[in-house]
């Protein structure tokens, strides 16, 4: 059972990238998902969190209209296309994914971290 988090990455400030996250070992399009990020020296947060079926999406403040959680039941997959990135959403970024079917903060499953880095 794996997630497998990709495409961090140094960007310019005003720049955009698109993370992915692939599942393997088993299915987890029944699962809702979720991206938390970790910038050195502070705690993990909740960067945004998406519903089995995706039509429930959640995000957090500091992220709201810039940032875009979807996903691909058919790939397995989850993204979060990143847009006007700012010097402050540099960390490093994990995927998650729980068995809970709605949009939730707390999660079962986690992967290993992609690292975004946004030069000012």
């Known amino acids: 059972v794996q997630l497998q988090a990709s495409g961090g990455g140094l960007v310019q400030a005003g720049g955009s990238l698109r993370l992915s996250c692939a599942a393997s070992?088993?299915?987890?399009?029944?699962?809702?998902k979720g991206w938390f990020r970790q910038a050195p020296g502070k705690e993990r947060e909740f960067v945004a969190a998406?519903?089995?079926?995706?039509?429930?999406?959640d995000y957090a403040d500091s992220v709201k209209g810039r940032f875009t959680i979807s996903r691909d039941n058919t790939k397995n997959t989850m993204y979060l296309q990143m847009n006007s990135l700012k010097p402050e959403d540099t960390a490093i970024y994990y995927c998650?994914?729980?068995?809970?079917?709605?949009?939730?903060?707390?999660?079962?499953?986690w992967g290993q971290g992609t690292q975004v880095t946004v030069s000012s």
């Open positions: 998650a994914a729980d068995p809970s079917f709605g949009v939730t903060y707390e999660y079962d499953y």
């Open positions: 070992g088993r299915t987890f399009s029944t699962h809702a």
């Open positions: 998406i519903s089995w079926s995706g039509q429930s999406t």
